[in-house]
């Protein structure tokens, strides 16, 4: 597919402030939400509304594992999507490229009709994609040759792959590069009676033996029958007939149907008023063999480029989402070809910047977003955590390994690559635990945030000053570790959580950036001249100017707006904080294995 990326015009989404939360987030619904935003304390605090995917109806990977893009109706209307809208309030939502849910329609419609499916070639056959280059193993998948597999890049242990079992019995193998669950279902002594000759008492301790071992997560070929083995092979036959799946299947973008699938979705998400379309899992998407299989060149361009053909005819702005070392500059070909990205680094350098005090690497950042022409939507927290790996090439090794220990020493998780050392991807904290639960902190990194070049993408989490939620965390189990960041609360937990000054200051700070006219994509951004523990800003648009002027050290920090009359729009001041650190409590840390 023709991409025609090459100087494409810049994206045209508003740079207002956008809020980031699961429907569920805030009171149970997005209807709470919405009503949260009609209230005087949100009035004119946003422009838009980033909607995580459990709005849509999913599975697995809170949100991430679609079935459709039909709206959720346990968490949210079209009444509330016109609520939103008349309240001015853009949205944002995902769009997974790489995958969908076992549940869609075009999976289930394989698992019915196998072969005779007309969407048999939506997602990827294992054995079709590898054909000729490997050979087939016992358990029926092609094992690739080493020349093709040693350079790709796998998100778990093992090969990608869903054993998926056809009406006639065969078992095919289905790429798989993210979550999955394979279910057998109990039986009864009835059930094992149809299928085998046996008597009652017997199939009923045969049932007793078979769901003991289903409880404890066997495979039916790993039960033992014990004095029933003579049953063995049928109903091992049986239990695999009646299995059931969840999982993220990974979709075949050579299929045209997978692009009409593409189209229906971006005009669907239109209609709901979808300003930004995230693409979630893009660099997946493209497979050759012999490639790595995560951005690959030119197939990434290529497929970017047909979908930006189109979302360019429903108005839509594309962000795709990619975590990236800095030193990739995986960010500038992004801009480069037209597209908005994600900051990514300024988590980390913010926390950097506070606990070094100095203004260093965040004045790098902005240079190059001026002199590349780089726009990003720009964030502190958000439902996945604080990117570090992405500063690699920025900062250095050591000094990153400094913020992993300064986050995890204040209660946060390390999330690493298969379990190897080093190889991490974020640390799982709330943005306020992560600066030592420290107010004056919280309050000087929202202004940097909203100084910076980009759109500000607020999680909800922040906004209300949470702290890390270590009992969310052990709820959830193995895997579990996000939800340190993820915690739900309710209308009147959020109400009052108002009340604080942490959290009505940032409301302040938001709502002066939603709408002083210095800020905007187009507008200019000097650097002014300071010391290495000052950060001193200035956007000017239309003759208005904004002004901050930050201490990295005491977190003292003002900010003053001039309307294009020259009269005073907007003074902020914070003190300076108190010159003995803020205690934070020891907590339990682990590293935990990316799942």
């Excluded at 000052?534 to 956007?539: D, F, P, V």
Aim: aromatic fraction near 10%.
């Amino acid at each position: 597919m023709d991409t025609g990326d090459n100087n494409q015009a810049k994206p045209k989404a508003s740079a207002g402030p956008m809020l980031n939360a699961y429907p569920d987030s805030i009171g149970g619904r997005l209807a709470d939400i919405v009503e949260l935003l009609q209230s005087a304390d949100f009035a004119d605090v946003f422009q838009a509304l980033y909607i995580l995917p459990s709005v849509f109806n999913t599975d697995l990977d809170r949100g991430f594992s679609v079935i459709d893009y039909g709206l959720n109706e346990v968490y949210a209307s079209r009444q509330d999507l016109e609520n939103l809208k008349q309240l001015g309030i853009a949205l944002k939502f995902d769009f997974v490229l790489n995958h969908a849910s076992v549940l869609s329609q075009q999976f289930q419609d394989i698992l019915k009709n196998g072969e005779k499916s007309k969407y048999r070639d939506f997602f990827i056959d294992w054995n079709k994609f590898w054909a000729g280059r490997g050979k087939m193993t016992a358990d029926g998948y092609i094992q690739p040759d080493p020349e093709y597999i040693k350079d790709m890049f796998f998100r778990k242990p093992g090969l990608p792959i869903l054993m998926v079992r056809m009406p006639d019995g065969k078992e095919v193998p289905y790429w798989n590069t993210f979550y999955q669950e394979v279910r057998y279902e109990t039986v009864d002594a009835q059930d094992l009676m149809r299928v085998v000759d046996i008597q009652y008492v017997s199939a009923q301790q045969l049932a007793d033996k078979i769901n003991q071992a289903i409880g404890d997560g066997k495979k039916p070929s790993a039960i033992d029958f014990g004095g029933f083995v003579r049953f063995r092979d049928t109903v091992i036959d049986m239990l695999e007939s009646r299995r059931k799946y969840l999982g993220q299947m990974d979709l075949n973008i050579k299929s045209p149907l997978v692009w009409e699938a593409y189209e229906e979705t971006l005009k669907r998400l239109a209609g709901y008023g979808a300003e930004i379309v995230r693409l979630d899992a893009f660099a997946y998407a493209p497979k050759e063999p012999g490639l790595r299989n995560f951005l690959n060149d030119p197939g990434t361009w290529d497929l970017l480029g047909g979908v930006r053909k189109l979302a360019d005819k429903y108005g839509l702005t594309l962000l795709p989402e990619i975590h990236s070392r800095y030193e990739e500059k995986i960010h500038e070909t992004l801009s480069q070809k037209g597209y908005m990205t994600y900051d990514f680094f300024l988590p980390g350098l913010v926390i950097d910047a506070l606990e070094r005090n100095t203004n260093e690497f965040l004045i790098k950042w902005i240079r190059d977003m001026r002199e590349k022409d780089i726009r990003v939507v720009n964030m502190l927290g958000c439902h996945d955590g604080i990117p570090l790996l992405d500063l690699k090439g920025l900062l250095s090794d050591e000094q990153i390994q400094k913020l992993i220990d300064i986050v995890v020493q204040r209660g946060g998780y390390v999330k690493d690559l298969h379990g190897a050392k080093n190889i991490y991807y974020q640390v799982n904290a709330t943005y306020y635990s992560a600066l030592g639960e420290d107010d004056a902190k919280m309050l000087l990194a929202r202004a940097i945030q909203i100084f910076m070049p980009g759109k500000p993408q607020v999680w909800y989490l922040d906004l209300l000053a949470g702290k890390n939620d270590h009992a969310a965390v052990e709820r959830a189990g193995v895997g579990g570790h996000k939800e340190i960041n993820r915690t739900n609360v309710s209308l009147e937990q959020a109400r009052e959580e108002l009340k604080r000054d942490v959290v009505s200051k940032q409301l302040s700070l938001l709502r002066f950036r939603n709408h002083c006219p210095a800020f905007g994509f187009d507008s200019k951004l000097d650097i002014l001249e300071s010391g290495a523990d000052i950060l001193k800003l200035r956007w000017s648009n239309a003759g208005c100017t904004a002004t901050l002027e930050a201490s990295l050290t005491d977190c003292s920090f003002t900010i003053r707006a001039i309307d294009a009359a020259g009269r005073v729009a907007y003074d902020f001041a914070q003190a300076p904080r108190r010159a003995e650190p803020v205690e934070v409590p020891q907590s339990q840390t682990r590293v935990v294995a990316a799942q």
